[in-house]
């Protein structure tokens, strides 16, 4: 258990219509598709997926999709502080990789950034696949291309890029060959058919998972998954595509906070 660090915002920059990026001067140490809980005193804490990351410097993509990041949206500002507590939870593994795929749909993107900038340094190739609903939605594309990563990009209404889902971008690429694994965040819907398609071709897939966390490091029992009981925020938020699919939940339904069922 640890307490929250109250590091202060040195940046702030709108990048979608519902995400602002949020850079504090520290270094987190995640590995990608760790995640830390947020803090803002008065309100509520949140977990929140680590994004880029330097030896100065790490980003939070935070997206306005609750109590908790509305408020956050709302009140900071730089020079502000907010808690961060962490990183917590099991991350992206990809050692003995050649060549991978990393598919990001909307605000599920920062996590998939981090771990493009891990394997893009371990001289993996790196395709980079992103999905949103308009051009206005794709995020961090910039910071893609400055890794120098085979980027492609899909739009539901064709404003840029591919015009449907990124899932058609997955699925030529598998049908080449040679992937060893496919990297997703985002829409559980999209990631439970990017882990399907890895599965039907044969390739080994990872996931990010998102559910309500209270705790951080596996004493609440909040995030428990249905059917098996994992703790997401300790044997997950990522798990093995193929793990994932067992799950009745995935795709169709998640808990709130009081336990009760939601559609997703």
Partial sequence: MSLPLPLKVIRIT?????LKTYVFAHNLRAKPGQFVMVWLPGVD?????VGWQTEQECHLGIANAGDCTAKIHERVKVGDRLGIRGPYGNPFTFQGCSKIVLVGGGYGTPPILNLAQQT?????????????RNKEYLLYEKQFE???TD??????????GHKGFVTDLLEKELEKG???????CGPEKMMVKVAEMAEDYGV????????????GFGICGQ??????GIRLCKEGPVLAGSRALKHTEFGKYRRAASGKMEKI
């Fill in 146 to 148: 400055s890794l120098k």
């Fill in 204 to 215: 080994e897939s990872q996931v990010s998972l998102e559910r309500h966390m209270k705790c």
């Fill in 223 to 228: 995030c428990c998954m249905d059917d098996s």
């Fill in 14 to 18: 709108q990048d979608s219509p519902v």
């Fill in 151 to 160: 980027l492609r990009v899909a739009t539901d209404d064709g404003s840029k």
């Fill in 178 to 184: 040679g992937i060893d694994c496919v990297y997703t």
């Fill in 120 to 132: 893009v340094s371990a001289g993996i190739e790196t395709i980079v696949l992103l999905g949103a």
């Fill in 45 to 49: 804490e949140v977990p929140m997926s």
